[in-house]
């Protein structure tokens, strides 16, 4: 699968180690290993590192698959799993699928049977008990997969290998091709902008207004698709040369932004200080002093780095 710098993770399996590990969910990884796609395991850690890397594991993962079985409400462990995943489910759009394994979605969703068991131990932790029934309630009404409908464990693998393959690929195209049309829209302002900036005067003031705001329009863009990004992905701001920068928060040495965003941002703003000058200049009757702006021809030329770039990795 395509990599992506603050995603570690293509795909985790959450599951209840005695009822699935040496069967079903052994089964699920290799398949989903073969076809190259990242999968996180716990218990492949140490276990003293288990519960605290699993949570942290959890929000650098694409999809979360929630393999429900007889005694997966049984571990404090999947319970604290499934509110993680549907955290990040809320905060960032994780892709979740929940399966159930030889378990009636009644009583995952009623709390009977096993699981009514289970929360029933847990009676004393009155908070907790509210967000992990809630958490199982949600989780099992999202679409998924069950054994009562696919008796065929082997088939069963291969479809939901291939449902997890199907969504990564349509969620990285969707994000590419998102990604792509901001940067296009910016450079389909700065252009117009150069351009105005260009042919404006003092007789053709309206020019410079029209430049200034293009170019305005495109900074701001790309201001608010790096706050957005920066909030989803909670970036830490860190003092660290040659340049302080903002920092995806479990990989230190990766800086927040891609190259499209960082150029794209540069060039707007650079954009915006010209044509705000000569737009000053203009309105105070005098010629400006800057005859021509070259940071759309560098923002183009950064978009062609960018592509050349991709191609070669």
């Not at 190259?36 to 993962?61: G, N, Q």
């Not at 009676?123 to 967000?131: F, H, I, R, S, V």
């Not at 291939?162 to 969504?167: A, F, M, N, P, S």
Request: proline fraction near 4%; charge should be neutral.
């Amino acid at each position: 699968m395509n990599s992506d710098p603050k995603m570690k993770h293509d795909v985790f399996l959450s599951f209840r180690s005695k009822d699935t590990r040496d069967n079903f969910v052994s089964h699920l990884c290799g398949c989903l290993r073969r076809k190259r796609i990242k999968t996180y395991l716990f218990d492949e850690l140490p276990y003293e590192e288990r519960y605290e890397e699993s949570l942290k594991a959890i929000e650098v993962s694409r999809v979360s698959v929630i393999v429900f079985s007889e005694n997966f409400g049984d571990s404090k462990f999947c319970l604290d799993e499934v509110v993680a995943i549907l955290k990040c489910k809320k905060r960032f759009g994780q892709i979740v699928i929940p399966v159930l394994y030889h378990v009636d979605p009644l009583d995952i969703e009623n709390q009977t049977g096993s699981f009514g068991e289970a929360f029933a131990k847990r009676w004393d932790k009155t908070d907790q008990l509210k967000e992990w029934k809630d958490g199982f309630t949600e989780a099992i009404n999202l679409p998924g997969w069950s054994t009562s409908h696919l008796r065929d464990e082997e088939m069963l693998v291969n479809e939901i290998a291939l449902d997890i393959e199907r969504k990564l690929l349509r969620a990285s195209r969707t994000k590419v091709i998102i990604e792509w049309s901001l940067v296009i829209t910016n450079l389909m302002l700065e252009i117009p902008s150069c351009v105005f900036d260009q042919i404006s005067s003092t007789r053709k003031p309206l020019y410079a207004l029209a430049a200034m705001s293009m170019s305005f329009l495109s900074c701001l863009l790309c201001l608010v698709d790096l706050v957005h990004k920066g909030r989803v992905e909670r970036v830490v701001w860190r003092w660290s040369l040659p340049i302080p920068w903002f920092h995806y928060p479990t990989q230190r040495s990766n800086r927040f932004g891609s190259f499209p965003d960082i150029v794209g941002l540069v060039c707007a703003l650079c954009q915006t200080i010209l044509t705000t000058v000569n737009f000053s200049f203009i309105t105070h009757n005098d010629d400006s002093p800057i005859k021509f702006s070259v940071w759309p021809i560098m923002f183009a030329l950064g978009l062609l780095c960018t592509l050349f770039i991709k191609r070669a990795s």
